[in-house]
């Protein structure tokens, strides 16, 4: 289970939210809601590990994050907001790279694969520099596919640039990891067709 209690974040000399509590349990989905520039991407940064609150606890397991990082970032998988390629590189190198860079050992079969499912089976070999922004999103969440085995994911606005039939696609893989146990703690601005309606964190109500 995350568990997060009192936190407050400090971005500058500006307290954007303090007192933001929740937990998520097995099998839950979380949407982290509110208007531009309310904390989101900061709230998840901070579950993340990524950077430190001003105040708060978070914690995975009973424990908290700063003492049990390595088995924290283990159970984790985390996607930004942008998708971090290498435009010199194919889609196939990319998410090679990006598996290794996490210690996930998959090889590059499961790899194929896992692009294949996303719909990007015709631009495997393509430098990443030529593809559009629904297929640059695509090659990052094809690692939803490799990593099952984490039980967290954080996903920063996966929805975006993506067509209606890959955004059925993507709910629809983040209702399954739910469904088997997993976690999903998400921001989006958009309604997306999950199995279950997610719960809703509301980050406007804890803002400053
Ligand atoms: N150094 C700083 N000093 C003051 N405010 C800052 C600083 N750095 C970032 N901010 C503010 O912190 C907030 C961080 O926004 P964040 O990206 O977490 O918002 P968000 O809710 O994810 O927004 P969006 O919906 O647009 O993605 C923004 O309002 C930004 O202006």
Redesign the pocket.
Request: proline fraction near 4%; hydrophobic fraction near 25%; glycine fraction near 16%.
């Given at each position: 289970m995350l568990e997060v209690e009192s936190l407050a974040?400090l971005?500058?000399?500006?307290l954007?939210f303090r007192d933001l509590a929740f937990r998520l349990q097995a099998g839950g989905l979380l949407r982290?809601a509110?208007?531009?520039?309310?904390?989101?991407?900061?709230?998840?940064?901070l579950v993340t590990g990524l950077a430190l609150p001003e105040a708060g606890e978070i914690r995975w397991r009973g424990e908290s994050i700063r003492r049990a990082r390595e088995a924290f970032h283990g159970d984790l998988l985390y996607l930004g907001?942008a998708a971090a390629l290498n435009d010199l590189l194919s889609p196939l190198e990319n998410l090679r790279f990006a598996c290794a860079a996490a210690g996930d050992a998959v090889d590059a079969e499961d790899c194929v694969q896992a692009l294949q499912r996303i719909g990007l089976a015709d631009q495997l070999d393509l430098p990443a520099r030529v593809l559009s922004q629904g297929q640059r999103r695509r090659v990052g969440l094809a690692r939803l596919f490799l990593s099952n085995a984490r039980p967290l994911w954080v996903l920063?606005?996966p929805f975006t640039a993506l067509d209606v039939r890959a955004v059925a696609d993507l709910a629809a893989t983040l209702s399954q990891h739910c469904e088997a146990g997993g976690m999903v703690m998400l921001?989006t601005?958009q309604d997306a067709p999950f199995a279950r309606p997610p719960e809703v964190l509301d980050?406007g109500v804890f803002a400053c």
């Open positions: 974040c971005k500058g000399d500006r954007l982290v509110g208007p531009n520039g309310v904390g989101k991407t900061s709230l998840l940064r907001h920063d606005e921001t601005h980050v």
